[in-house]
């Protein structure tokens, strides 16, 4: 098996690689590991490799793993799913919530998010291939969504984020991505409205092709997660 560290030398040449093949920078692509079932050891050993970027799912493990690493200067995000009685952890707890899916949601992280922090960063997230299974806002609501969010205290919103369904079909993919893209490209955000979060281990190329400039990254990092 290869070392961790021979991971992240990999994968930094697939991002390299898909940035060269679709012309575009590979400054404005951000790598997010995303950790969660993984060790506090394997966080440290990536960063010491300088990765900033970390994301869990479980709020617990999160918090837990926080507080193991409280010394070092890692942005925290948060991609799972978010139950309402939460929000006041992720508010006082992460730089970044990807996995914005209702309004409700968005109103409970600006009122908690503390004065004393700066504003939480959050991706309303698209269901973009209208799967029963994820949640998300319809492409149809985001407009007056975004219009909604936009204006809570405490919160920028940066961005959108998906999910994309687990279709072995490049071609599919692809136009999921791109439907993505529109839908970025058609809301009108403050310059600060700069994140479509999107692309994993088995479709970055293609999320890069598709404009990506987030990318969640588990498994071709970390090798496969341990089972809970
Ligand atoms: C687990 C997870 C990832 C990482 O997926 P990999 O296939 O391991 O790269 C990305 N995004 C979300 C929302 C996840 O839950």
Request: net charge neutral.
């Amino acid at each position: 098996m290869l070392s961790l560290e021979d991971n992240f030398t990999k994968l930094q040449n697939r991002i390299k690689n898909a940035c060269n093949n679709a012309s575009i920078s590979s400054n404005s692509v951000q790598l997010i590991a995303v950790s969660k079932r993984h060790s506090v050891e394997k966080i440290k050993t990536l960063y010491s490799l300088g990765q900033r970027h970390f994301a869990e799912n479980y709020l617990q493990e999160a918090l837990e793993k926080q507080a193991a690493l409280s010394q070092l200067d890692i942005s925290w995000h948060f991609i799972g799913h978010i139950q309402r009685n939460k929000t006041r952890a992720l508010a006082e707890h992460f730089d970044w919530v990807h996995s914005v899916d209702r309004i409700q949601i968005a109103r409970r992280l600006s009122e908690q998010r503390p004065s004393s922090m700066p504003e939480l960063n959050i991706c309303l997230q698209v269901n973009i291939d209208s799967e029963p299974s994820k949640s998300g806002f319809a492409a149809e609501e985001l407009p007056e969504a975004f219009g909604k969010v936009n204006e809570l205290a405490g919160l920028s919103v940066r961005g959108l984020m998906a999910i994309p369904s687990a279709t072995a079909d490049a071609d599919q993919q692809l136009a999921s991505m791109q439907k993505m893209q529109a839908l970025f490209r058609a809301l009108d955000g403050p310059t600060s409205f700069d994140t479509l979060s999107m692309g994993m281990s088995r479709d970055l190329e293609i999320a890069v092709q598709a404009g990506a400039t987030m990318l969640r990254v588990g498994e071709a990092l970390f090798g496969p997660r341990p089972n809970p």
